[in-house]
């Protein structure tokens, strides 16, 4: 996995900032999307409680770049979520599963 781009926020916590050029219609296809990337977002999440170990929570934010036009609203184009620390380890079981079954499936 390679970030799209890790941001400081103001209160010093790195964010994860992953961007998109898909198509968007709708605010429907735009959640369908973001749940479609959910589990990138979260993989993103566990690499960087790696890189960052005491921060306690991880912002992760979809950018939508077709939707993002001059004095827009965020929630027009961001699509944004927290991953806290102590919800780490528990993703980390999850993505190891999820590496399982694509490793069993592959073999």
């Not at 916590?13 to 999307?33: A, F, Q, R, Y």
């Not at 960052?52 to 939508?64: G, K, T």
């Not at 944004?80 to 999820?98: A, G, T």
Request: hydrophobic letters at 40%.
């Amino acid at each position: 996995a390679v970030f799209d781009c890790l941001v400081k926020n103001d209160k010093g916590e790195v964010e994860v900032w992953d961007w998109k050029t898909n198509h968007i219609g709708d605010k429907k296809s735009m959640e369908l999307l973001f749940d479609k990337y959910k589990t990138q977002l979260e993989m993103y999440a566990l690499f960087a409680s790696y890189l960052y170990p005491n921060q306690d929570e991880f912002i992760l934010r979809l950018l939508f770049t077709r939707k993002a036009a001059v004095n827009c609203n965020d929630e027009e184009w961001i699509r944004s979520f927290v991953i806290k620390k102590d919800e780490i380890p528990l993703l980390r079981s999850q993505m190891y599963s999820h590496y399982k079954e694509i490793k069993s499936f592959l073999a």
